[in-house]
């Protein structure tokens, strides 16, 4: 009645099975890790998305010392420049001393959180250096 060999063909299924199992924790595995590391690199973005006080050495590393002039304004001189590998910036130092319309300027563009608006990133207020970090948009359109 009962087959030797029977158990044996049972072995190639049971094999099958876990196989399944391991390839589906796999993918579970991996699909969670991509999951952290997008999390990790947008909360990465998110931080530096925040307005941040920056030093002056700040302002001229992030400007590569001040070497790309996106152009010039009654104002001041903006710079293009880069926060990190991928998050471009646009960095207006400001020639004048008035440090009213500087205080203005961060309160209220601080404020601003719109899509299709320029976003304060940061600034800097340094002895006589002033300095707006904003999003840098391509072909200057904001």
């Known amino acids: 009645m009962f087959d030797c060999c029977a158990p044996i063909t049972a072995v190639p299924v049971v094999q099958a099975l876990l196989l399944i199992v391991f390839v589906g924790i796999c993918i579970y595995v991996k699909k969670k890790r991509d999951d952290q590391s997008r999390l990790g690199k947008f909360l ?28 010039e304004g009654a104002h001041g ?31 209220t563009m601080g404020k601003i959180h719109h899509i299709n608006g320029v976003r304060l990133l940061g ?20």
């Open 77 to 107: 001189t903006v710079f293009k420049g880069k926060l990190s590998s991928e998050v471009q910036v646009a960095v207006k130092v400001l020639n004048n001393n008035d440090r009213k319309d500087f205080i203005n300027e961060v309160g």
């Open 123 to 142: 600034f800097c207020a340094e002895g006589l250096h002033c300095a707006l970090v904003y999003d840098f948009f391509l072909n200057g359109s904001l």
């Open 44 to 71: 990465a973005d998110y931080e530096a998305l925040k307005p941040a006080r920056f030093s002056y050495a700040d302002i001229k590393r992030i400007t590569g010392q001040f070497k790309h002039i996106l152009g």
